[in-house]
């Protein structure tokens, strides 16, 4: 389910400061180097002529999945304390295959 914006957001006694948010977060498109078609790039920079393209080189710049997965279960980012059981957003279990779940798991 996609959560929306509350339509009072711009209005009220934080209109102000939420509109301000909102201009100081630049979207920032980052994809694989040299993997991208010429047709992608060419309605990416037709449609989004503004926004911040970055090719990035992989296990240099970005970390492959099986390394993302695994140095997010082994931390504390989705575990309930230190010692606590591994607790997947719901956004991310609905993104990963059971197989992927079970190897971070082991």
């Known amino acids: 389910m996609k959560e929306r914006l509350n339509v009072n957001f711009f209005s009220g006694a934080n209109s102000s400061r939420n509109a301000c948010n909102i201009l100081h977060v630049l979207p920032q498109i980052l994809h694989e180097k040299g993997h991208m078609s010429g ?42 304390g230190t010692e606590g059981e591994l607790q997947w957003p719901a956004v991310v279990k609905a993104m990963l295959s059971n197989s992927e779940l079970t190897w971070v798991v082991l």
Request: no cysteine.
């Open 39 to 80: 047709r992608t790039q060419q309605v990416i920079n037709s449609s989004l002529p503004s926004v911040l393209k970055e090719a990035l080189s992989p296990k240099s710049e970005f970390w492959e999945s099986s390394k993302t997965l695994k140095v997010l279960s082994e931390e504390t980012y989705f575990r309930d």
